[in-house]
């Protein structure tokens, strides 16, 4: 069984719905989230792929270089965690430029290989930035969603890694990039996302166990979380229901608990080494 754990390291003021709404003082608690979780992958001898959100590297430049000196891969998850579909092909190369120069002024010798876009925004329409990608030096992708939800997702896209076409369902065999989806259980037509993040703080954990050991015999599963839902001391903020539940439910002690489970359950990788196992 091959089988990844994916972080997307990024403040909970990164989320899309809090972007524009964070107050100029406000701490973004992601040494306060990352310096555990790290403890416990120490811990427990695993090692896992960051897609860290450039902006965070000047203010926290520590942070990733002992995530590096720790064996953990680093990915990028653009310079500002503005979504694809928010930037122009010239905006999303100033990102990666920008991504660029803020690893280079922290860890000089790392190039990453990896790339995830805010809110799982790859789709046809957006599938040009695969080729911006190629052209920065990265070789896979993790952007995609195999399912159509309201806001993300590409219906009928393969769901375990592929070379993508530009419509992302067909294979192209000289596509320059790799593309790994977040893993589903596909139970007959019905596709169950078991990958990690609201799914894994709202579905019960024993079904995801049985989603993705069953996907495991497809392929590579891939798991995915950002550190902030581990933290039980988020800001409490004034929003509607819904993004209440969608931010806030099950996060802190009970993730904390739903990760230790999976790490018992599956040998988690970075995504690089279980992509590229033959080099
Ligand atoms: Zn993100």
């Known amino acids: 069984m091959r089988a990844a754990l994916s972080i997307d390291l990024e403040s909970f003021w990164h989320h899309e719905w809090l972007r524009t709404r964070r107050?100029?003082?406000?701490d973004d608690r992601v040494q306060q989230a990352t310096a555990p979780l790290l403890d416990l992958l120490r811990q427990r001898g695993v090692r896992a792929t960051f897609f860290i959100v450039g902006d965070l590297i000047d203010?926290?430049?520590?942070?990733i270089r002992r995530l590096a000196a720790e064996g953990h891969e680093?990915?990028?998850?653009t310079f500002s965690h503005r979504p694809l579909w928010q930037l122009t092909p010239a905006e999303f190369d100033a990102?990666?430029?920008?991504?660029?120069?803020?690893?280079?002024?922290?860890?000089?010798?790392?190039?990453?290989r990896g790339f995830r876009a805010p809110t799982f925004s790859l789709s046809p329409a957006t599938a040009w930035a695969l080729q911006a990608l190629a052209r920065h030096g990265y070789t896979y992708d993790s952007s995609l969603?195999?399912?159509?939800?309201?806001?993300?997702?590409?219906?009928?896209?393969?769901?375990?890694p592929f070379r993508p076409a530009a419509n992302l369902i067909d294979a192209d065999p000289a596509a320059a990039l790799?593309?790994?989806p977040l893993t589903v259980w596909q139970l007959g037509r019905l596709r169950l996302p078991v990958c990690g993040g609201i799914y894994l703080r709202v579905l019960p954990l024993r079904l995801i166990r049985r989603g993705l050991a069953a996907a495991a015999r497809r392929g590579?599963?891939?798991?995915?979380l950002h550190p902030w839902e581990l933290d039980a001391d988020?800001?409490?903020?004034?929003?509607?229901r819904r993004e209440r539940f969608v931010l806030y439910h099950n996060t802190g002690a009970a993730m904390q608990r739903r990760l230790r489970a999976l790490l018992d359950a599956f040998p988690f990788q970075p995504m690089g080494e279980v992509l590229f196992s033959d080099q």
Do not use: K, M, N
């Open 178 to 180: 790799q593309e790994w």
């Open 220 to 224: 590579p599963i891939l798991l995915y």
């Open 74 to 77: 680093i990915g990028c998850h």
């Open 59 to 63: 203010r926290h430049p520590d942070l």
């Open 23 to 26: 107050p100029a003082d406000a």
């Open 95 to 112: 990102e990666l430029a920008q991504f660029a120069g803020a690893l280079a002024r922290c860890l000089p010798d790392v190039r990453p």
């Open 234 to 240: 988020l800001p409490r903020l004034p929003l509607s």
């Open 145 to 160: 969603f195999p399912l159509r939800t309201p806001i993300y997702g590409v219906a009928g896209a393969p769901t375990t």
